[in-house]
């Protein structure tokens, strides 16, 4: 592989790297009791808890949506970039990365 060629694939995969950083994903648990938003690199970006879902004499429930919403975002957004990167795995290999 030449080095434009090389070239060009890095900046192929930087342009990848910047479209999941932008990508927002959301899931909801507790029929909207809890949201949760990640971006495509797996970087958690907000928290949502809507009150009047949530019973304060059942904290643990509370605590179950939120983990498995978060389990959910990641492995969305981690299926989300290796689908994006997947043209790319056999290039990059060739590069040594």
Known sequence: ??????AKMLMRVKKI?????????????GEGAVSVEM???QKLKKITIDP???DLE????LEHW?????KDAIKES?????????PMM????NLGL
Do not use: H
């Open 1 to 6: 592989m030449s080095r434009l060629d090389q």
């Open 17 to 29: 790297q910047g479209e999941l950083q932008k990508m927002v994903i959301t899931v909801e648990k």
């Open 39 to 41: 971006n495509g690199e």
């Open 52 to 54: 009047e879902c949530i």
């Open 58 to 61: 059942d904290i643990g429930q």
């Open 66 to 70: 939120l983990e498995d919403a978060i």
């Open 78 to 86: 981690q299926q989300v970039a290796a689908e994006k990167m997947q």
């Open 90 to 93: 056999g290039a990059l290999s």
